[in-house]
């Protein structure tokens, strides 16, 4: 079974970066894209990026402008999201998701989800 693991988010300053890490301590995964999700309070869950495979192929949500970086080293198993110049809303529990080609194509979710990690952005 898929076990998708997020690292401890945090608390940080507006401005100021974070680094997330996802790992899968179950059985290997398909060929599949990774990504990343996230959910804002009192909404819904909203893809943030997708990676494929072999990171030759990344997809992010419009509205990040650029500040956000999805890699992966398969050698460790290990899938990364590198935030940058944090902003308030970027306050969100923060997902893993894997399972399906669509993750970097048009961002639509696979079946496996991490249990979540909470970043806050303070002003």
């Known amino acids: 079974q898929v076990h998708l693991v997020e690292s401890e988010g945090g608390s940080v300053q507006a401005g100021e970066s974070l680094r997330l890490s996802c790992t899968n301590s179950g059985r290997p995964l398909p060929p599949y894209g990774m990504g990343w999700f996230r959910q804002k309070p009192g909404e819904g869950r909203e893809f943030v990026a997708g990676i494929d495979r072999d990171g030759g192929r990344t997809l992010y949500e419009d509205s990040l402008g650029g500040r956000f970086i999805i890699s992966r080293d398969n050698s460790k198993n290990i899938l990364y999201l590198q935030m940058y110049t944090l902003k308030p809303e970027d306050t969100a529990v923060y997902f893993c998701?894997?399972?399906?080609?669509?993750?970097?194509?048009?961002?639509?979710?696979?079946?496996?989800w991490g249990q979540g990690t909470q970043v806050t952005v303070s002003s």
């Open positions: 998701n894997a399972g399906t080609t669509l993750l970097f194509t048009t961002g639509a979710a696979g079946g496996y």
